[in-house]
């Protein structure tokens, strides 16, 4: 299938590993040109030349603090020189740390909002006049499962993703005339750097081996097993796709059929 990329230009964030690193190399695969950002430089800048050796895409790698305004500003503009234009954003970030409420301070607090959801609406501002004017854009936030289920010990994503989802659904209606869509895709456990990082949390505050978390968590998922990165990106290539024109609003897992919610 044509998903219509090739000649498209995407800004992946938080893309030098796990599911931001997986979705440039998607987008790369199907003939886009990719702007991929994190805050390591180094680490950024292989993964940005394994992604071109293996695609022979144009990818380009910018380091920033996705919490930082200056920096969200200095990535577009750079991305905007190199490129011209942003047709495909996918907002992404790393998880906040795993706590309960009363153990979570407001400096806390503040620092995950500036990740997860002022991140994307620094980012969202900063590319949709350009998307509008060119009358085709495609804005996708990598959220979690947590949005639409909260998980245990995870208050601050259960509260800032659900906010993602709740700014992503009324812009979706703002500009859908204008030929862009704004959706969410919301992994579930899946086998990355993230989920291994909570899993050794979980078990060292339970004093048990972390491979006793992970297989409780493949219990609860009908595949009995954690979802691949390439799993991942595979739907998110189509949600930015010409093929998706008419998918906008929606926040769709890739979670095994863990969620239990009928809609």
């Known amino acids: 299938m044509d998903l219509g990329l090739k000649g498209k230009v995407a800004l992946v964030a938080a893309a030098s590993q796990g599911l931001g690193r997986a979705v440039a190399a998607e987008l790369a695969a199907e003939g886009a040109s990719v702007v991929m950002c994190s805050r390591g430089a180094d680490r ?6 394994s992604i071109s050796n293996e695609t022979n895409a144009d990818v380009i790698g910018i380091a920033g603090d996705l919490s930082v305004a200056a920096d969200i500003e200095r990535i577009v503009d750079e991305a905007v020189k190199r490129f ?11 998880g906040p740390p795993a706590a309960t409420f009363e153990n979570i301070s407001r400096q806390a607090w503040d620092e995950a909002a500036r990740g997860l959801l002022t991140s994307v609406l620094d980012l969202t501002r900063l590319v949709l006049p350009g998307m509008k004017q060119r009358g085709w854009g495609r804005i996708l936030n990598v959220t979690s499962i947590a949005a639409k289920q909260p998980v245990a010990n995870l ?8 906010a993602v989802t709740g700014f992503a659904k009324t812009l979706a209606d703002e500009v859908a005339a204008d030929g862009i869509t704004v959706n969410n895709i919301l992994p579930g456990y899946t086998a990355t750097e993230r989920v291994v990082g909570l899993a050794d949390t979980i078990a060292r505050n339970e004093g048990i081996d972390p491979a006793i978390v992970r297989s409780r968590w493949e219990e609860q ?25 008419y998918i906008t609003g929606t926040s769709v897992a890739v979670d095994g059929g863990w969620m239990r919610s009928l809609f």
Not at 44 to 49: D, G, I
Not at 84 to 94: A, C, E, K, S
């Open 155 to 162: 208050i601050l994503s259960n509260s800032l993703r659900a």
């Open 221 to 245: 998922i009908p595949m009995k097993r954690l979802g691949t990165p390439a799993e991942f990106a595979a739907l998110a290539a189509f949600l930015v796709s010409e093929r998706a024109s």
């Open 44 to 49: 950024l800048e292989a993964a940005c030349v």
């Open 84 to 94: 011209g234009r942003i047709d495909i954003l996918v907002t992404n970030t790393g």
